[in-house]
């Protein structure tokens, strides 16, 4: 079994308000022993972060104290070469152990933001991969994702609130392609619409279905998973595509 968890955050005034506030949630997961959490996309006042080392060093003493793996988000990262949007991830030994770039850059974003070209696997307490908002709507990408080897997906979102419905159908349908438990992390505010999900699914009688928690406010939610109990239903799955044009 593991634990793996979520922190929905809201907005504050400062970057340092919302990494305290963050801190909090971050410590009250660690007592319970959730092995992975997942934070939204562009959860901070400035969607950017200049040095990720300094930011997040409180979150790096969080890591290695519980032994955690944290998806801190998703920001906008600028070099002199291009601008993306990346994930970047803490592992249990408090230090960054990768990032996940933003595959499919979203309306606005396409003007400035370079496309990522690989879906990665991490391996912390389990393989996972991160699927960052907008990613959410390609089919792919989750697909690849678990056909690498992921048993759980994670993705750091920001979803405004017309938006929320169809995104909650978009994470649900890739559970269910896929046969794969999906965490997925939003903002709530005046703008975006919260209701953060941890999708887990059930089977009655050859039928899968979802089952959903889903979070409300500014709060953190973890829950155990036996990630093997997916491995047959996601073979048998797989197995029944065929080709075609």
């Given at each position: 079994m593991i634990r793996l968890g979520l922190i929905q955050t809201t907005s504050h005034d400062t970057n340092q308000k919302g990494i305290e506030q963050v801190s909090k949630n971050l410590k009250k997961l660690g007592k319970d022993e959730t092995e992975i959490v997942c934070l939204p996309e562009q959860w901070l006042k400035n969607n950017e972060i200049i040095d990720f080392d300094s930011e997040f060093s409180e979150f790096k003493k969080i890591a290695k104290e519980y032994h955690m793996t944290i998806i801190t988000g998703a920001f906008y990262k600028k070099t002199s070469e291009k601008t993306s949007i990346i994930s970047p991830i803490i592992g249990p030994e408090g230090e960054f152990i990768g990032e996940q770039e933003k595959i499919h850059p979203f309306d606005y974003e396409q003007d400035t933001v370079k496309p990522g070209t690989e879906a990665k696997i991490f391996n912390t307490a389990c393989k996972?991969?991160?699927?960052?908002?907008?990613?959410?709507?390609?089919?792919?990408?989750?697909?690849?994702?678990?056909?690498?080897?992921?048993?759980?997906?994670?993705?750091?979102?920001?979803?405004?609130?017309?938006?929320?419905?169809?995104?909650?159908?978009?994470?649900?349908?890739?559970?269910?392609?896929?046969?794969?438990?999906?965490?997925?992390?939003?903002?709530?505010?005046?703008?975006?619409?919260?209701?953060?999900?941890?999708?887990?699914?059930?089977?009655?009688?050859?039928?899968?279905?979802?089952?959903?928690?889903?979070?409300?406010?500014?709060?953190?939610?973890?829950?155990?998973?036996?990630?093997?109990?997916?491995?047959?239903?996601?073979?048998?799955?797989?197995?029944?595509?065929?080709e075609f044009h």
């Open positions: 996972f991969g991160v699927i960052i908002c907008y990613d959410m709507v390609f089919p792919g990408v989750a697909n690849v994702l678990t056909k690498k080897g992921a048993q759980v997906l994670f993705s750091p979102s920001r979803i405004v609130k017309r938006g929320i419905r169809p995104w909650k159908m978009y994470v649900q349908v890739r559970s269910l392609e896929n046969r794969i438990p999906i965490i997925a992390a939003n903002v709530e505010s005046s703008k975006f619409g919260g209701n953060s999900m941890i999708v887990d699914m059930q089977e009655d009688d050859r039928v899968m279905n979802t089952k959903n928690i889903i979070l409300n406010g500014e709060t953190s939610h973890s829950v155990k998973f036996d990630l093997e109990k997916y491995m047959k239903s996601r073979t048998k799955r797989f197995s029944d595509l065929n």
